[in-house]
């Protein structure tokens, strides 16, 4: 039976009960019946569900191995006369200042306490004295502290212009060598690490000005976690994706050439990004659930035939100053109907903005507020999740497919809620 205690079911052998083409994607349709009624102006849209896990035989073909050597025991003779010629070194990259940013809040409600990353990426404590212990809280990849934070199987990410939530597949727990909140954390690590080194990357002239490629960034994830995970590590899983990554584009009022916020929207399976004007009480945007069938949406990973170049979708959002993004995992959609968190997270900025959130450490202003917003949609997602007999989109939508469900989804809830601002003049 399905409902808050399902574990995700498992492939074998590429065989499923229900006939659907592994190359097509199913749109679910809003729920016919639903107790918790929007207000007038908002509905339900398309409803999630839980994943499975590509399970065929295959393996990823390991990349080829790189082997460096130092000579050693060779002294050379220095020349007696040699002219030096003068060394030009790259001038200093520094970030480029945009217009617009990101304040960030993040909540998470891990189902199960998260496993802890695996060596080469967590060292154990050595037991010496002279080794601190605080450094093995710390995870690491190709010698570089690992980006974002881990909750459960999801991992998210925040900073002034990119934020993003990853989902990874639990039924990898269950499997040899399966850890999918690494997978999830390690895609998005290289993802941030791609933003972030493209955006202050001095550029050739032919190469024209910076412009976001974040579907080439997350290729470059991907292929960087297969690296990382392949033997002798060899740990296996797969993560859906999705992102968020605020530019501008120039525009001309009365004359006057500005600049306006334009967001860059990856997603990959059923991790969404939802962007909401409190000015209007709107949806402006809300991201494309992808499908291979129910319980299994596009991811990225061990035996998954899907990739960033081919399957990812990227959208391009004209938004504006005050726009509130939001990057969550499923466990926030499979509990809670969009209107729901609309309505939630507009709740959540008037109580703010009026000074009726007593919620000790917090920070005042706007960074506060997301704080606010996100802790307080991961408690109404927790309340259902937990409830066995609250109705849910995803139980709905296992009704719709004919499955026994009650109750809420009870997984890992991650949110980022994020707001455009302008950038401060220095």
């Known amino acids: 039976m399905l409902g808050g205690g399902m574990g995700k079911s498992l492939l074998r052998d590429n065989t499923r009960t229900r006939g659907c083409s592994t190359s097509s994607i ?5 729920a016919a019946v639903m107790r918790r009624l929007p207000s007038p102006l908002l509905k339900s849209l398309p409803l999630h569900s ?26 050379l003779d220095a020349p007696t006369n040699t002219t030096s010629l003068p060394v030009t070194e790259s001038p200093k990259i520094l970030p480029k200042k945009l217009p617009f ?30 080794d601190p212990l605080s450094t093995h809280r710390q995870v690491f990849v190709n010698g570089d502290i690992i980006k974002g934070y881990t909750n459960g199987d999801d991992a998210v990410y925040a900073s002034d212009n990119f934020i993003a939530a990853n989902d990874g597949v639990g039924a990898w727990s269950t499997r040899p060598r399966g850890h999918a909140g690494l997978w999830s954390r390690l895609i998005l690590h290289f993802w941030a690490v791609e933003v972030e080194r493209d955006a202050v990357r001095e550029r050739l002239p032919e190469e024209g000005e910076y412009r976001p490629n974040p579907v080439g960034y997350l290729q470059k994830a991907y292929e960087d976690t297969l690296e990382a995970t392949q033997e002798p590590n060899d740990w296996h899983g797969t993560t859906t994706a999705a992102g968020a990554q605020l530019f501008y584009k120039k525009r ?4 006057i050439i500005g600049s306006a916020p334009l967001l860059y929207v990856t997603n990959l399976g059923d991790s969404q990004i939802l962007v909401v004007r409190p000015s209007s009480e709107e949806v402006v945007y809300k991201s494309k659930e992808q499908w291979h069938w129910f319980d299994c949406p596009r991811q990225l990973g ?21 726009d509130l993004v939001l990057a969550m995992s499923d466990g926030v959609t499979d509990n809670l109907w969009e ?12 109580r703010w903005e009026n000074g009726e959130a007593q919620v000790s ?3 005042g202003g706007a960074t506060g507020a997301m704080q606010f917003v996100a802790e307080q949609l991961m408690t109404a997602a927790k309340v259902i999740a937990l409830d066995p007999f609250a109705e849910s989109p995803f139980m709905e939508h296992a009704i719709e497919e004919g499955l026994p ?22």
């Open 339 to 350: 209107h729901e968190i609309v309505e939630n997270v507009l709740l959540s900025m008037r």
């Open 405 to 426: 469900s009650h109750g809420g989804k009870l997984d890992d809830i991650s949110v980022v809620a994020a707001l455009c601002r302008k950038t401060l003049d220095d």
């Open 361 to 363: 450490g917090l920070e």
């Open 101 to 130: 940013r990101f304040d960030t809040g993040i909540a998470l409600f891990a189902k199960r306490t998260p496993r802890p990353f695996p060596p080469p990426f967590l060292s154990p404590p050595s037991g010496s004295f002279s």
């Open 302 to 322: 061990t035996n998954s035939p899907d990739t960033p170049t081919e399957n990812a979708v990227l959208d391009f959002v004209d938004i504006e100053e005050g």
């Open 50 to 75: 839980r994943r499975a896990l590509f399970s065929n035989s295959a393996r990823w073909t390991s990349a080829l191995e790189r082997v460096s050597s130092i000579p050693s025991g060779q002294v």
């Open 26 to 30: 199913s749109d679910t349709e809003p």
């Open 252 to 255: 001309e009022n009365d004359g």
